[in-house]
């Protein structure tokens, strides 16, 4: 489902939003565009942060998909403490 309509029907602070934006700045970041990938990671994991918590494994994926798109731009000393959190994904 498109951000647009998320944001619309379940609003900003909601996981599924937070899970487009997240697959956006997937397609984004495979596509080298690193830059414009990492806003849309960053309010992922805020948003994650927010109504899952620390500990959901959403949130951890967020933080890897921070971690990951840093690396990808070389920013590799920030990454590093990103990445150390647990994955889900296979």
């Known amino acids: 489902m498109p ?29 080298g565009k690193h830059r414009e990938a990492m806003p849309l990671f960053r309010r992922a994991l805020a948003i994650c942060l927010k109504v899952l918590g620390e500990q959901h494994p959403d949130t951890a994926d967020s933080y890897n998909g921070v971690a990951a798109c840093l690396d990808r731009q070389g920013k590799h000393r920030e990454a590093m403490p990103l990445s150390a959190v647990p994955s889900t994904s296979a």
């Open 3 to 31: 951000i647009a309509i998320r944001l619309k029907v379940l609003g900003e602070q909601h996981p599924h939003t937070a899970n487009s934006y997240h697959n956006v700045a997937a397609c984004l970041d495979r596509q």
